[in-house]
């Protein structure tokens, strides 16, 4: 089946320390986003990519860090710059960026501050 | 700044009842609005309207969308326990730089109860 697998479920991080969260899509989607959902706030955009070698920075990307050096794959880094890093992170894809396509989203990954 | 603003918050309802929820926008350069249900982790795409007044409809799900008050609906009918989560309501517009990115609203919860 096809589809887009974010790891892992839970990440706890410690002060000081970077982590990387993981995305891969097996849609072959051109599109790919980060978002973060917060309780009671909608979902943000963090970063995008349109396509591999390319990416855009969202309403809030200070503090985080992606590659797409592979279609498939979109990681995203949580920086220590990242002051309030405790979220909930989805990662999405679309066919291509605009044209009126419907993004399809994995399951997320939970981060906590230890 | 663009912004969706979705009404309301939260809203609990006993089986078998109607719901309609609410979304409106004030966005430049308006393409379509998404809705999206997200039960516990990845949201799924129910709707994407692209024309006034033209209704979507899935099952017991339909959808409208008025151009020009700038809002959509999102109804319900004979509701389910299983209808039970997040609904978020999405915009796709056109930045100035000619790409398109995804402006979501803040969710309403909606809880059914047996």
């Known amino acids: 089946d096809g589809g887009i697998t974010q790891s892992p479920k839970y990440l706890f991080r410690k002060e000081g320390q970077n982590v990387t969260l993981s995305c891969e899509q097996n849609?072959?989607?051109?599109?790919m986003y980060w978002y973060r959902q917060d309780p009671g706030q909608g979902l943000r955009l963090i970063y995008y990519s349109q396509i591999v070698n390319d990416f855009q920075k969202g309403d809030i990307a200070e503090g985080y860090s992606v590659s797409r050096e592979k279609k498939e794959s979109f990681p995203l880094t949580v920086t220590s710059a990242q002051k309030n890093p405790t979220a909930f992170y989805l990662c999405?894809?679309?066919?291509?960026?605009?044209?009126?396509?419907?993004?399809?989203f994995g399951d997320g990954t939970r981060l906590s501050i230890l | 700044e663009d912004k969706v603003v979705q009404s309301p918050l939260s809203l609990v309802v006993h089986e078998g009842d109607t719901v309609t929820l609410n979304c409106s926008y004030e966005v430049t350069n308006f393409r379509s609005l998404l809705w999206y249900k997200q039960e516990k982790k990845a949201p799924t795409f129910l709707f994407m309207l692209?024309?006034?007044?033209i209704e979507k409809k899935s099952g017991r799900l339909s959808s409208i969308l008025d151009k020009k008050e700038l809002f959509s609906i999102l109804n319900i009918t004979a509701t389910q326990t299983g209808d039970s989560a997040i609904y978020l309501c999405a915009v796709e517009a056109v930045q100035e730089s000619g790409t398109y990115k995804y402006i979501f609203g803040t969710g309403t919860r909606l809880k059914v109860l047996a």
């Open positions: 999405a894809s679309s066919i291509y960026l605009g044209g009126g396509q419907p993004q399809h």
């Open positions: 692209t024309s006034s007044g």
């Open positions: 849609l072959n989607h051109d599109a």
